[in-house]
């Protein structure tokens, strides 16, 4: 059975914290992404890699950055976190065009 | 540019009742069409359908995908409270990984 594994299940920072997010997916997956999880807007992607190293923006890209080094890591930052940057932070991974399979997210509070 | 828009956006219910959700889409050359069931934590994966297979069953639920019309519903018969929770749909365009989601419509059920 997949299992992504999602670091922090709650979050707590300040405005300006540089923040990292960490995921880890035991599959071998080639495809992981970030997404935030906002009430009335959805799911939203904010970036996904598709191999070590590669990455490509999704819908809301802005004001985070993310990193894949190894396979089966893949890192979120919020370089300057904003009290905006409040949300539901939720990882995934899938094999190429297969269904995604979820962490079970962090949520996390700028002060 | 690509949508997905899913209604009702809430719904409650008595246990035994039948309900129906639908997911409707935009996208450029469609791959095929999630639907996840999302409690407290991660979502998970219910069905996936392509034009290959446009018609899917597991016990009480089941979902067809009308890509004449560019839609799709989720069925649930005979309701139970644990059937209580968000149901998200997410469409994929052809030729890459990424999936739209839609803002999922929330079921409660009551006893």
């Known amino acids: 059975d997949v299992k992504v594994t999602q670091s922090s299940r709650y979050l707590v920072k300040r405005t300006g914290e540089k923040v990292f997010l960490e995921c880890v997916q035991d599959?071998?997956?080639?495809?992981m992404f970030w997404y935030r999880q906002d009430p009335g807007l959805g799911l939203r992607l904010i970036y996904f890699?598709?191999?070590?190293?590669?990455?490509e923006k999704g819908d809301i890209p802005e004001g985070y950055s993310v990193s894949r080094e190894k396979k089966e890591r893949f890192s979120l930052i919020l370089e300057s976190a904003s009290t905006n940057q409040t949300s539901m932070y939720l990882c995934?991974?899938?094999?190429?065009?297969?269904?995604?399979?979820f962490g079970d997210g962090t949520r996390l509070s700028i002060l | 540019e690509d949508k997905v828009v899913q209604s009702p956006l809430s719904l409650v219910v008595h246990e035994g009742d039948t309900v129906t959700l639908n997911c409707s889409y935009e996208?450029?050359?469609?791959?095929?069409l999630l639907w996840y069931k999302q409690e407290k934590k991660a979502p998970t994966f219910l069905f996936m359908l392509?034009?290959?297979?446009i018609e899917k069953k597991s016990g009480r639920l089941s979902s067809i995908l009308d890509k004449k019309e560019l839609s799709s519903i989720l069925n649930i018969t005979a309701t139970q409270t644990g059937d209580s929770a968000i149901y998200l749909c997410?469409?994929?365009?052809?030729?890459?990984?990424?999936?739209?989601f839609g803002t999922g419509t929330r079921l409660k059920v009551l006893a």
């Open positions: 995934a991974s899938s094999e190429e065009y297969q269904p995604q399979h």
């Open positions: 599959m071998d997956h080639e495809n």
């Open positions: 890699s598709y191999d070590v190293k590669m990455k």
């Open positions: 996208v450029t050359n469609f791959r095929s």
């Open positions: 392509t034009s290959s297979g």
């Open positions: 997410a469409v994929a365009p052809s030729g890459t990984y990424k999936y739209i």
